[in-house]
């Protein structure tokens, strides 16, 4: 059985493997043309897939089609802490409801939390609503909205997801100091945060 009404049995998820760039940068850089509105050079992938392919994972049909991608980042954010970011995420239009998205957010999540990341950032288009629910559902918070964001001159939400206990808080700038007092929190504890 070939196209979409494949089962999601017959749909395969794989890591990223470098030696296979021929193969599948070019249906990656392809399809995620397609979906996004930000036009990368071949320079952007492999900024993203020669040091994080092993956050980046790839769904294929029974022929080794690419038909889903994520590509994602680790690296120390401001204030010590590891974030996680989740740069490109797309599935093939016939593809898409079946899961497939969800299962590739789950894989790089995994994947950067097994490497100690403290919270995962994305950015979506405000009109995206499919990706904002998919992300949403998935425990990601909107956090702020970046106005003209996009080359296009659209809008984004940057999205958090917070995997450790307390890195919210300290995202905020929260003080543990203030955990037990019954003195209110000073606006200086937020100092920086926007």
């Not at 494949?6 to 296979?20: F, G, L, N, P």
């Not at 997801?161 to 905020?172: F, I, R, S, W």
């Not at 037990?180 to 200086?188: A, G, L, R, T, Y």
Request: hydrophobic residues 40%; proline residues 4%; contains cysteine.
């Amino acid at each position: 059985m070939s196209g979409p009404a494949q089962s999601e049995t017959e749909i395969r998820y794989v890591q990223y493997q470098s030696d296979k760039e021929t193969t599948y940068l070019p249906a990656i850089r392809q399809m995620i043309s397609k979906d996004l509105s930000e036009p990368y050079s071949i320079y952007v992938y492999r900024y993203f897939l020669y040091q994080w392919g092993d956050l980046c994972f790839m769904a294929l049909d029974p022929e080794d089609t690419l038909i889903g991608v994520i590509i994602s980042k680790l690296e120390p954010h401001r204030g010590g802490s590891m974030r996680g970011y989740i740069a490109m995420l797309a599935v093939k239009e016939e593809y898409r409801g079946k899961g497939i998205a969800t299962k590739l957010v789950r894989m790089a999540i995994d994947a950067m939390i097994e490497k100690d990341a403290d919270e995962i950032a994305l950015e979506t288009e405000v009109t995206n609503t499919a990706a904002m629910k998919l992300y949403e559902r998935l425990g990601f918070l909107r956090s702020k909205r970046l106005h003209r964001y996009y080359l296009n001159g659209n809008t984004a939400f940057r999205f958090l997801l917070y995997v450790k206990e307390g890195a919210a808080t300290a995202a905020m700038g929260y003080d543990d100091a203030y955990e037990n007092s019954d003195q209110p929190i000073p606006p200086s504890a937020y100092a920086g945060v926007s």
